[in-house]
C-alpha cells in the first residue's frame, strides 16, 4: 500500500527558511514524478512544484518560482522542498502527492505558518 | 481564479442525485488528460474519490461516479446522504503550467 508521509513544518518568521520531508513507501519511488501540493487556511487546492523521476525535470508554480527548491533522494525514498524567503501568504498545509498507475496518493500533511 | 471551473455550491434533499461539473480546457481536461476527485472534510486531508475519470478506489460506495467529455468532466452522488456533506475537488493535469490544476471546490449540502 502506497504511503506519504510528511515532516518539517511549524512556525516561521517571515523571510525565514524551512524544509519539508516526505517519506514514501509501498512503492518504486525511484519510477515515479512526485509533488507538492498546498492548502492555505479556508481556501482550495494549489500545485506548488513537480519532480521528475530521476529528477530531470522540475517545475514550479508562479507564486513560488525562485523561493521554493523541489529536490528527491531515491536512495531513501524521500522528497523534499525548501522553502526560503517564506511570506505570509504561503501559510498552508503542505501536501506530499505521487500518482502511481494513473491514481494520485497524497500525505496527510504537514502545517506550514508564517507569522512574526 | 482557479484553471479548472466548478459551481461554489450544490444541494441537494437526502436520497436525491446532485451533480458536479468541473471544466477545463484545451491544455488539461480537454487534452485528453485524466480527471480525478476528491471530498474534503474541515480540518482533514482531501479523500480520493474518483481517478482517471472514471475509476472508485476500494472503499468508495458506488453512488459516487465519475464521467467526462471534452473539455469538461462531472461527478455524480446519487441517493445523496447526510454524510456526503462535504467539499469536492476536481483535479487535472495541465501542458501549459506543466503541472497540477484544480477546481475551486464545491460544497455540497444535504437539505
Known amino acids: 500500500e502506497v504511503e506519504l508521509v510528511e515532516s518539517g513544518g511549524g512556525l516561521v518568521k517571515p523571510g525565514g527558511s524551512l524544509r519539508l520531508s516526505c517519506a514514501a513507501s509501498?512503492?518504486?519511488?525511484?519510477?515515479?514524478?512526485m509533488d507538492w501540493v498546498r492548502q492555505a487556511p479556508g481556501k482550495g487546492l494549489e500545485w506548488v512544484s513537480s519532480?521528475?523521476?530521476?529528477?530531470?525535470?522540475?517545475y514550479y508554480a508562479d507564486s513560488v518560482k525562485g523561493r521554493f527548491t523541489i529536490s528527491r533522494d531515491d536512495a531513501k525514498n524521500s522528497l523534499y522542498l525548501q522553502m526560503n524567503s517564506l511570506r505570509a501568504e504561503d501559510t498552508a498545509v503542505y501536501y506530499c502527492?505521487?500518482?502511481?498507475?494513473?491514481?494520485?496518493?497524497w500525505g496527510k500533511g504537514t502545517t506550514v505558518t508564517v507569522s512574526s | 481564479q482557479s484553471v479548472l471551473t466548478q459551481p461554489p455550491s450544490v444541494s441537494g434533499a437526502p436520497g436525491q442525485r446532485v451533480t458536479i461539473s468541473c471544466t477545463g480546457g484545451?491544455?488539461?481536461?480537454?487534452?485528453?488528460?485524466?480527471a480525478h476527485w476528491y471530498q474534503q472534510f474541515p480540518g482533514t486531508a482531501p479523500k480520493l474519490l474518483i481517478y482517471?475519470?472514471?475509476n472508485r478506489p476500494s472503499g468508495v460506495p458506488d453512488r459516487f461516479s465519475g464521467s467526462k467529455s471534452g473539455t469538461s468532466a462531472s461527478l455524480a452522488i446519487t441517493g445523496l446522504q447526510a454524510e456526503d456533506e462535504a467539499d469536492y475537488y476536481c483535479?487535472?493535469?495541465?501542458?501549459?503550467?506543466?503541472?497540477?490544476?484544480f477546481g475551486g471546490g464545491t460544497k455540497v449540502t444535504v437539505l
Open positions: 502527492t505521487g500518482s502511481v498507475a494513473a491514481r494520485p496518493n
Open positions: 509501498g512503492f518504486t519511488f525511484s519510477a515515479y514524478t
Open positions: 519532480i521528475s523521476h530521476s529528477s530531470s525535470y522540475k
Open positions: 484545451s491544455s488539461n481536461i480537454g487534452a485528453d488528460y485524466d
Open positions: 482517471a475519470n472514471t
Open positions: 483535479q487535472s493535469y495541465d501542458s501549459s503550467l506543466s503541472g497540477w490544476v
